[in-house]
């Protein structure tokens, strides 16, 4: 069991909001995460657990300080785990660029050089965090949902579909639902997994849908005013796939909206109520 | 009327929180500020305003960031109003501690050099940004609040002694309470105003209410772990000040939270419904 370090913990609504920093064998460096335990986790419950994928730029914090969840994750005693978007450090290859290299994991496991060595956030998040989070915190394994935002909604969608039975639940704001058919998605891919678009698949929303839809209902918030909106998120490619595939999908168009936190905050109250719902009724 | 520079405008709660610079005649200098309009105020509505002050090393952003006010404004209709701490800019004086100068500015008018020319906070807060914000905005301003944090707790609760009929409510994190008897207070008040003690007094909550209470009620929260707590905040001679002159004050110890904004966010709902609750009262 790799040892955890408490970076901080501080009194959020009742519950307690820390910040960990650990091994990842995965990564083959340090991680750092964030988790909320609500206040029925200290009082002994073991308690459903959310994990949220922060999208491009983002670390483990900018969910925790800026979406307003932890009010919601208190009354409806959910603990959320949020980890960095990628590996980080000096032995860590990297990019001029902000959507390649640290900072822009994309939540796959790198098979080209010179990103291969670090860049497993795909095993990471599914193992070393998931180690890490049933083994220091009061987490019903048995009862967990995920969700993110721009890429980590790609994040979150593709390890729901690839792990039905371990994320019951699921959920993305301005998900990238088609790497395979953005510029971001593709240069991630080509970097990463080389330009053979075939083992891309195993990486594309879209394309997973065809070959293993769920039995869930995606929740999927998505700003109108979002000015990715038609270049790289595509919503529309997602509702054709599930309909193809008889998935069940919930896209709301939100007009006005941006991008931004200030739109996650909006809705990321109807995410965790949808999460909780799901995971109450799982046995 | 000064002109009114848009930074930012993005939808948040079905409002606008926005980012706005103009020219201060009290500081000579541009000030930035940020205004949240709830959803009713852009249907047409006049609606009641609640200014936050924020605390040391703080700019216009923390509050609207991290705080989670937006949700409950957008609710009650409330406008929210976060001004800068202080002066900034090359031709303003500094002062390499972080609890002087620049982020640091004790909503006074400093009388002393080098800070006279641009440290004017208190007619910022009280002639520039208001006007700002009613030429502006649909501002009921008939109906003001005013709340705050540390630093930005001893500014709501100075502004709201001096002019209980602009700001009828008024709440405070945290706040600094006695500047004239803690040390950030004294260093600030030294430098701001010189060594002669008595001008101080108009910038000390606990004298103030000795001189001129108020009828309002005074709603402070304060973190029982806060590292500022003993040293610096001394709620406890609020207290005895307001006992001594008839002041109500609801003085609530929050066992276990900090100074950080994970404790501000936990009860801000409670502070924007006490405003509310004042300003619809008020005739």
């Known amino acids: 069991m790799a040892q955890l370090e408490t970076i901080s913990e501080q009194k959020c609504f009742g519950g ?55 009010r919601v994750a208190s009354e409806l005693g959910l603990m959320l785990v949020c980890p960095d978007v990628s590996p980080r450090g000096e032995e860590v290859a990297d990019d001029e660029a902000y959507d390649l290299g640290q900072g822009a994991g994309f939540y796959l496991d790198a098979t080209q050089a010179p990103w291969s060595p670090h860049y497993r956030m795909y095993s990471y998040v599914t193992e070393d965090l998931a180690a890490a989070v049933s083994q220091n915190f009061p987490a019903d394994t048995a009862r967990q949902g995920i969700f993110g935002h721009s890429m980590g909604g790609h994040g979150a969608l593709t390890l729901h579909l690839k792990h039905p039975d371990v994320y019951r639940s699921v959920s993305a704001f301005a998900p990238i639902v088609a790497p395979m058919c953005c510029p971001w998605g593709e240069k991630a891919l080509t970097a990463y997994l080389g330009p053979d678009r075939e083992p891309w698949r195993d ?22 005013a979002d000015t990715f909106l038609e270049g790289q998120l595509k919503p529309e490619l997602l509702v054709e796939a599930c309909e193809a595939a008889g998935q069940h999908v919930d896209l709301r168009m939100q007009p006005g909206y941006d991008h931004s936190y200030y739109f996650i905050q909006s809705f990321v109250e109807d995410h965790l109520r949808h999460h909780a719902s799901v995971l109450a009724a799982t046995s």
Do not use: W
């Open 203 to 224: 990486y594309d929303t879209t394309e997973l849908i065809k070959s293993r839809p769920s039995q869930a209902t995606l929740l999927i918030d998505q700003g109108a």
């Open 16 to 70: 307690v909001q820390g910040f960990y920093r650990h091994r990842s064998a995965a990564c083959g460096v340090d991680m750092r995460f964030a988790v909320y335990q609500p206040p029925s986790a200290l009082e002994g419950a073991r308690v459903p657990v959310v994990t949220f994928l922060s999208g491009l730029t983002c670390t483990e914090e900018n969910f925790v300080v800026k979406a307003g969840a932890q």
